[in-house]
């Protein structure tokens, strides 16, 4: 009789463990930080092991290659983080208007936010092009080139919110929830 209830507390323990481990082993952070020593670099664990995919080695888990997108952009002359920034700006404004299907009522109003939004990607693109190489600025120089970029920045969303706050009235409950989290599933 023991045996048996011995036998049943471990099955149900098990039961009950199991898919709580297999579950938090799906956290990417948490496994990156249980399994990868903290003074190891992209690619370089020193074990295999089952979570190895989650960490920074590539594959689906974000946290590696979070990093290793990062790095790579980090490694780019200052010219080309700038003219990236602006092309996913401009993928991101494209990927919501498809994702909002306007009507012909509301696409006056879009077109408005779009004009605005590439009359400021164009004086920003003309500032990318003036960037100098990061070993060639100074620290006085990089916070001139923030301060235009971010007065360029202010300009653009002082113009652009009364058109967004007339396209926002316009769209439907399900469109405004599109238009606030566009990349949610």
Known sequence: ????????????????????????????DTQQAQAAPADEHWGEQRSGGPGRWMRSEGGP?????????????????????????????????AYTESKLDLTAEQRPLWDKVQTIAQSEQQKERQLCGALKPREET??????????????????????AKPAVQALYQALTPEQRAVFDHPFRR
Do not use: Y
């Open 1 to 28: 009789m023991k045996r048996i209830l011995l036998a049943a507390a471990l099955a149900t323990t098990t039961a009950i463990t199991v898919p709580i481990i297999a579950h938090s082993a799906q956290d990417a």
């Open 61 to 93: 888990g974000m946290g590696g290659w979070r990093e290793r997108m990062m790095h790579r952009m980090m490694q780019r002359n200052p010219q080309e983080r700038c003219e990236e920034r602006l092309a996913w700006r401009a993928a991101m404004r």
């Open 138 to 159: 100074t620290v006085p120089d990089r916070l001139d080139r923030m301060q235009q970029f971010l007065a360029t920045r202010l300009e653009a969303l002082q113009a």
